[in-house]
């Protein structure tokens, strides 16, 4: 039998990349002059390597985005359902943020002082998210450390437990894997010198009994987890999977970090709001601020009297926590700016139902094609994968990734006049993504489908 990903025989998935990349080049001549071999000055040509990672030729090189749609400087238009990888969730520059970024800018962008807009900002994340005490970084990345320092500071424990295929950002820490069921350090860490798993437990999404005997011997600071692990294809939990892991985390005196960073998607209050999840430690960063570089880390009342009593008996010195940038006024303008008007039960009812639309299209077309393929969504966020699902675990989806078949895929969306999220197959939904948009997703995986089977 030939050699197939995702039930596609890798020649013709092959032969589909080569005619979609050629296709690619030829619409980009001013993109592929610019940056066909990198831009001088840049370590491999980018300013930031990620942007070699997409599976076009070269990157798309964007002259602006406005509201869901992506315009590159050969003036091809995009409907933009990566979206940032949610950094721009809620549309590019929404409305309100670009009022109060405009405002913000006349005051002063950085002064390591509070501005007026933090008298409500404090008010807004606590009715948001329910958590009473609250502090502002930069990156989810940094909120996920300051939390987790936390954690063991208050617990004196100095371990902590991620579920495998977890991704909570360049926290160091979390950069563990399960090969063959053993705990290693994530395969292709530059510069990594330390056996993480030293002080990094790791067990398997919606395995409650693995959880449990990982924390019996009492030296887990923290699990830090995503309520629905977004980061390997998408792993949902399975029914009374949350219920135990609170529970199971309380009895050990281990406590729970929840990274809402992409289900933000979920609603307003986040997965933590809809399903009454009871976090000790809750992190949300990317959209928070509408594209302005910005996180938040919230704590519980119980958290912060432990934490209080903590840095009574400290030794003097620097807490290890905070960055200069983290907390200035650009930031609270603009995190202000979403609450208050973007992050809005309006704007996700918007969102929830053409994220219904797209999966229940995407679903149709791998119907049509017969293709043992699945699409999962956790609210305004759909992902298809390409192998049947529901996956169970990291360990499942690790298996289920087919990357010259999705890239593939990829590359012909953009032809098709689609941008998605790269490495894996992630679509978001804005409030200002249109039906027309969605429809013409839709339509583009359904052609790419037929190819793909023909
Ligand atoms: C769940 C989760 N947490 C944290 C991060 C880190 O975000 P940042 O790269 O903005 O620090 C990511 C990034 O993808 C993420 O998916």
Not at 23 to 44: H, I, T, W, Y
Not at 88 to 105: T, W
Not at 274 to 300: N, Q, T
Not at 330 to 355: G, I, P, S
Request: aromatic content about 6%; charged content about 20%.
């Amino acid at each position: 039998m030939a050699a197939t990903e995702g039930g596609v025989s890798l020649a013709r998935i092959a032969s589909i990349r080569d005619a979609e990349a050629t296709r690619f080049r030829e619409a980009r001549p001013k993109s592929e002059a610019a940056f066909g071999n990198g831009v001088e000055g840049f370590l491999d040509g980018v300013p930031m390597h990620w942007m070699n990672d997409w599976p076009t030729p070269f990157p798309i090189v964007v002259e602006k985005a406005r509201d869901a749609t992506i315009t590159d400087i050969d003036g091809n238009k995009l409907a933009d359902f990566c979206l940032g990888d949610t950094g721009s969730m809620f549309g590019h520059s929404p409305a309100p943020v670009a009022k109060a970024i405009r405002r913000q800018a006349r005051r002063g962008l950085t002064y390591m002082l509070p501005s007026e807009d933090v008298l409500s900002l404090g008010e807004l994340l606590v009715a948001r998210f329910g958590l009473p005490y609250w502090q502002i970084a930069t990156t989810a990345s940094d909120a996920n450390r300051f939390a987790l320092r936390v954690a063991r500071a208050v617990t004196d424990r100095p371990k902590i437990l991620v579920f495998n295929g977890c991704y909570h950002g360049a926290v160091d820490e979390t950069m563990v894997r399960l090969s063959d069921g053993k705990p290693i350090n994530r395969p292709g860490l530059a510069g990594e010198f330390r056996d993480l798993t030293q002080n990094t437990k790791i067990v398997e999404f919606n395995d409650l009994p693995a959880l449990e005997a990982a924390l019996a011997d009492g030296d887990v600071a923290c699990v830090i987890t995503e309520p629905v692990l977004t980061n390997c294809c998408m792993v949902l939990p399975e029914p009374g999977f949350h219920e135990g892991l609170r529970a199971i985390t309380r009895r050990h005196g281990t406590l729970l970090l929840i990274d809402e960073t992409h289900t933000i998607s979920t609603g307003p209050g986040g997965y933590t709001r809809k399903y009454d999840l009871e976090p000790d430690l809750f992190v949300l960063g990317k959209p928070v601020a509408g594209g302005v570089p910005a996180s938040v880390w919230g704590m519980s009342a119980e958290l912060s009297r432990r934490y209080d009593a903590y840095n009574l008996r400290r030794e003097p010195g620097h807490s290890g926590m905070g960055t200069t940038l983290s907390a200035n006024p650009l930031q609270f303008a603009a995190m202000r700016a979403v609450l208050e008007e973007v992050m809005t039960e309006e704007n996700y009812a918007h969102m929830e139902k053409l994220a219904g639309r797209l999966a229940k299209g995407l679903e149709d077309s791998i119907a049509r094609h017969e293709l043992a393929w699945h699409v999962q969504r956790v609210g305004a966020r759909v992902e298809f994968i390409c192998a049947p699902g529901p996956l169970k675990n990291g360990g499942d989806a690790e298996g289920a990734h087919a990357s010259g078949l999705e890239a593939a895929i990829h590359v012909a969306l953009v032809n098709r006049g689609v941008l998605i999220a790269p490495f894996h197959n992630m679509m978001l939904i804005s409030p200002v993504t249109t039906k027309k948009q969605v429809d013409k997703l839709i339509a583009a995986f359904g052609d790419i489908a037929k190819a793909l089977v023909a």
